[in-house]
Nanobody, 126 residues
Framework: VQLQASGGGLVQAGGSLRLSCAASGRTFSGYGMGWFRQAPGKEREFVAAISWSGSSTYYADSVKGRFTISRDNAKNTVYLEMNSLKLEDTAVYYC????????????????????WGQGTLVTVSS
């Protein structure tokens, strides 16, 4: 499975960015997808995830109300719409694909993901 993340860049605080993650190598629609991020000197943390069907989502408290995760199974792509960006959102963002087919809940733990993209850098400036 290959995951290719894109869309990162430099944005001012309060601005918006949309990240994309294109998947290939297995049936995309049967697996949950997630976004994680890692800031310099910090552990990789959960940001958002979406169920395999797209009917359920889950967000970290720090991004709830500002970020929206979505997926287009026809395009094998998951998105992360980021609004009202803050300085503390600066990080490398990674997309990840669930290890379990048709998991009954939205995966939120790193150990539940089997495949990871290369990361895309988001820098929020003041």
């Amino acid at each position: 499975v290959q995951l290719q993340a894109s869309g990162g860049g430099l944005v001012q605080a309060g601005g918006s960015l949309r990240l994309s993650c294109a998947a290939s190598g297995r049936t995309f629609s049967g697996y949950g997808m997630g976004w994680f991020r890692q800031a310099p000197g910090k552990e990789r943390e959960f940001v958002a995830a979406i169920s395999w069907s797209g009917s359920s989502t889950y967000y970290a408290d720090s991004v709830k109300g500002r970020f929206t995760i979505s997926r287009d199974n026809a395009k094998n792509t998951v998105y992360l719409e980021m609004n009202s960006l803050k300085l503390e959102d600066t990080a490398v963002y990674y997309c990840a694909a669930d290890s379990l087919y048709h998991r009954v809940y939205v995966p939120r733990q790193r150990r539940e993901y089997a495949y990871w993209g290369q990361g895309t850098l988001v820098t929020v400036s003041s």
